[in-house]
């Protein structure tokens, strides 16, 4: 149960885009279409963002956007906006019901 | 509107125990999968452990499998962990989640902060 692998910090200029990658292996990210993303401001809980790589939860903004590339998975801000800063984290299922999360990104709007 | 309020978070001794509740309203507590994630303090999201709805089936962290116990009572729209064995690492703010979609968390608490120190 390790966790998956994050870049420890992303950025961009308001309007542009910035990616963040989530990196397991076929164990987890590769072997299931089961990856979700989160957003956390500080000192609040986390925020669905996107569930089964690429579907988002009502009243998320399609600015964000997920998928998947073998043991790979990515989620995609187009059009940042100063809101948009905060911590991402992705997470996927592994096997038998449990589950990981990713390492966390911090994004910064600059 | 769902609601998710933990309690029972502390100080507490290393090798000591404490048992943490989670207060469900808002939907039908017995048909959801729920769950305890934490985060120690300046770091990222951890999965601890998971319970189905009829509390028949759980899952475990490696790292807390054997010191921890997840459970719930449906009647009182309650999920609950026994912590055991605590360590100093299992310092952090627990949150429990859930969710209506699969294998995905759309409703977290505000956390209770679980401190181990001597």
């Known amino acids: 149960q390790s966790a998956l692998t994050q870049p420890p910090s992303a950025s961009g200029s308001p309007g542009q885009s910035v990616t963040i990658s989530c990196t397991g292996t076929s164990s987890d990210v590769g072997g299931y279409n089961l990856v979700s993303w989160y957003q956390q401001h500080p000192g609040k809980a986390p925020k669905l963002m996107i569930y089964e790589v690429n579907k988002r939860p009502s009243g998320v903004p399609d600015r964000f956007s997920g998928s998947k590339s073998g043991n790979t998975a990515s989620l995609t801000v187009f059009g940042l906006q100063a809101e948009d800063e905060a911590d991402y984290y992705c997470s996927s299922y592994e096997s038998s019901d449990t589950y990981v999360f990713g390492t966390g990104t911090k994004v910064t709007v600059l | 509107e769902v609601q998710l309020v933990e309690s029972g978070g502390g100080l507490v001794q290393p090798g000591g125990s404490l048992r943490l509740s989670c207060a469900a309203s808002g939907f039908t507590f017995s048909t959801y999968w729920m769950s305890w994630v934490r985060q120690a303090p300046g770091e990222g999201l951890v999965w601890v452990s998971q319970?189905?709805?009829?509390?028949?089936?759980?899952s475990d962290a490696d790292t807390v499998k054997g010191r921890f116990t997840i459970s719930r009572d449906n009647a009182k729209n309650t999920l609950y962990l026994q912590m055991n064995s605590l360590r100093a690492e299992d310092t952090a703010l627990y949150y429990c989640?859930?969710?209506?979609?699969?294998?995905?968390?759309?409703?977290w608490g505000q956390g209770t902060l679980v401190t181990v120190s001597s």
């Open positions: 319970i189905k709805g009829d509390g028949r089936r759980t």
């Open positions: 989640a859930t969710g209506g979609l699969p294998a995905a968390y759309d409703s």
